[in-house]
Nanobody, 119 residues
Framework: QVQLVESGGGLAQAGGSLRLSCAAS????????MGWYRQPPGKERELVAA???????NYVDSVKGRFTISRDNAKNTVYLQMNNLKPEDTAVYYC?????????????WGQGTQVAVSS
């Protein structure tokens, strides 16, 4: 079992910045992909950015050039630096970790952190 603890959400003005962090509890298994998802009010959850243990990164088009995902494998922590925030970035942001144990892969989610961007 892996627990994910998120921090860093809050209120920002349009054009401002926030930095999210997600720390995974220590695990004997290997954490493969770590990523950030978001769920705006009344909408479905969507992938924002993901990073593999090897450093391969993927972003949703709407955040390219504004958000940066990074990862500290030694700390099992993933970060999301969000710059030039827009009101449409308002959502609950969730951290996700894909943990590999032998032939098995399990996904774990954080509790979510609210990001609100005012115009």
């Amino acid at each position: 079992q892996v627990q994910l603890v998120e921090s860093g959400g809050g209120l920002a003005q349009a054009g401002g910045s926030l930095r999210l962090s997600c720390a995974a509890s220590r695990s004997r298994s290997s954490i493969d992909v770590m990523g950030w998802y978001r769920q705006p009010p009344g909408k479905e959850r969507e992938l924002v950015a993901a990073i593999t243990s090897g450093g391969t990164i993927n972003y949703v088009d709407s955040v390219k050039g504004r958000f940066t995902i990074s990862r500290d494998n030694a700390k099992n922590t993933v970060y999301l630096q969000m710059n030039n925030l827009k009101p449409e970035d308002t959502a609950v942001y969730y951290c996700k970790a894909a943990v590999v144990s032998g032939p098995y892969k399990n996904n774990y989610w954080g509790q979510g952190t609210q990001v609100a961007v005012s115009s």
